[in-house]
């Protein structure tokens, strides 16, 4: 109760197969985020296709993404640390996720260290069902704009909407990639870490 989660984010477009994915990656405390501590993951898989150059926004070109699994794996019900007087505390983190995902009073303590993938079906709505969901990666396809230089790739927001994602982009910032390439597959990490 009035825990933070701390998410970290990786993007992966994999050139061959397409092969789609997103894992969000979350702890309770900022300094285990940053130090890749985690309890919890949600990954969002599938397969993804170019689609050219954008007739919508010079200089952009488009892709969309079908969404073949939405998954959650919880990793533990505590997390432990120590303070700074070198005590060892536990923090529950079952009840932040109740919290967070209530979806119908699912009974979390019933998937520790279990992968669900069933999880659009049990939470649905998923907006109103669980805050931990990125909303768009739900759908079962998603569209989206960007650029890409050798180093970095700059990606729209994702929508459900092909006329979101193509002719009206919004933002979403841009990210290095891992390793330089021209194609836009490749492992990116998005962990700008905002408490949810």
Same mark, same amino acid.
């Given at each position: 109760?009035?825990?933070?989660?701390?998410?970290?984010?990786?993007?992966?477009?994999?050139?061959?197969?397409?092969?789609?994915?997103? &894992?969000?990656?979350? %702890?309770?405390?900022?300094?285990?985020?940053?130090?890749?501590?985690?309890?919890?993951?949600? %990954?969002?898989?599938? $397969? @993804? $296709? +170019?689609? =050219?150059?954008? +007739?919508?926004?010079? =200089?952009? !070109?488009?892709?969309?993404?079908? &969404? /073949?699994?939405?998954?959650?794996?919880?990793?533990?019900?505590?997390?432990?640390?120590? *303070?700074?007087?070198?005590?060892?505390?536990?923090?529950? /983190? +079952?009840?932040?996720?109740?919290?967070?995902? #209530?979806?119908?009073?699912? *009974? @979390?303590?019933?998937? &520790?260290?279990? /992968?669900?993938?069933? +999880?659009?079906?049990?939470?649905?709505?998923?907006? $109103?069902?669980?805050?931990?969901?990125?909303?768009?990666?739900?759908?079962?396809?998603?569209?989206? !704009?960007?650029?890409? /230089?050798?180093?970095?790739?700059?990606?729209?927001?994702?929508? #459900?909407?092909?006329? %979101? =994602? @193509?002719?009206? #982009?919004?933002? %979403?910032?841009?990210?290095?990639?891992?390793?330089?390439?021209?194609?836009?597959?490749?492992?990116?990490?998005? !962990?700008?870490?905002? #408490?949810?």
């Amino acid at each position: 109760e009035g825990h933070e989660i701390f998410m970290a984010s990786v993007f992966v477009l994999e050139a061959e197969g397409r092969r789609f994915r997103r &894992i969000d990656r979350g %702890a309770l405390e900022l300094k285990a985020c940053r130090e890749n501590d985690f309890w919890l993951e949600v %990954a969002y898989e599938g $397969r @993804w $296709r +170019l689609h =050219g150059g954008s +007739l919508y926004v010079k =200089g952009l !070109s488009i892709a969309a993404v079908d &969404i /073949t699994s939405v998954s959650v794996t919880v990793f533990g019900d505590s997390v432990c640390r120590l *303070d700074g007087r070198g005590r060892r505390y536990c923090l529950p /983190t +079952l009840p932040v996720l109740a919290k967070a995902c #209530p979806c119908y009073e699912f *009974d @979390w303590g019933n998937n &520790i260290r279990r /992968t669900r993938d069933d +999880l659009r079906e049990v939470c649905d709505p998923v907006g $109103r069902q669980c805050m931990l969901f990125k909303e768009a990666y739900t759908h079962p396809q998603i569209f989206f !704009s960007y650029r890409a /230089t050798l180093d970095r790739i700059c990606i729209s927001q994702p929508s #459900p909407v092909a006329s %979101a =994602g @193509w002719a009206n #982009p919004t933002d %979403a910032g841009c990210s290095p990639k891992d390793e330089p390439s021209t194609c836009l597959a490749g492992r990116l990490d998005l !962990s700008g870490a905002p #408490p949810l």
